[in-house]
């Protein structure tokens, strides 16, 4: 079973492309903030960071319209592996990335008892026409 569910902020603004065949992708990195104390109990803080790509318009459009650097973001997706040999050294190399199927706002840190932590993004759940605009977004903030 390949499935990853990160949450954490954009370290960028999402990066968009069209490939060959008019197909689109979107490549953009999460900043995931972890802390723990050690065995002295010291706090330890610790930030990982993520590379994603999501293949799509209809999640690429709604990412680039709604996501910035620093925004909040829930991906859910699989991991892939990419590996190639170096030109220069000829040794294998391996790159990590999350290939996105579904992601969601989050929410800041917030301290209101009434808040919800993640919306849901629409895209997922409804195309929308070409002639949409941000009124069919109603609900996401």
């Not at 990160?6 to 370290?11: D, M, V």
Request: charged content about 35%; overall charge neutral.
């Amino acid at each position: 079973m390949n499935i990853v569910i990160l949450k954490g902020n954009l370290t960028r603004d999402p990066d968009p492309k069209i490939l060959a065949g008019d197909k689109s992708l979107t490549e953009f990195s999460i900043a995931i903030d972890e802390s723990y104390k050690d065995a002295k109990g010291q706090k330890v803080e610790k930030v990982l960071y993520v590379e994603c790509l999501c293949w799509g318009s209809e999640k690429a459009d709604f990412l680039c319209r709604y996501f910035k650097k620093g925004t909040p973001i829930l991906v859910n997706g699989k991991l892939n592996i990419e590996s190639w040999d170096d030109k220069e050294t000829g040794k294998k190399r391996y790159k990590t990335r999350v290939v996105v199927d579904h992601l969601e706002f989050c929410e800041r840190k917030s301290h209101s008892a009434d808040s919800k932590p993640c919306a849901e993004n629409k895209a997922d759940k409804q195309k929308p026409s070409k002639e949409s605009s941000e009124a069919d977004y109603d609900g996401i903030p």
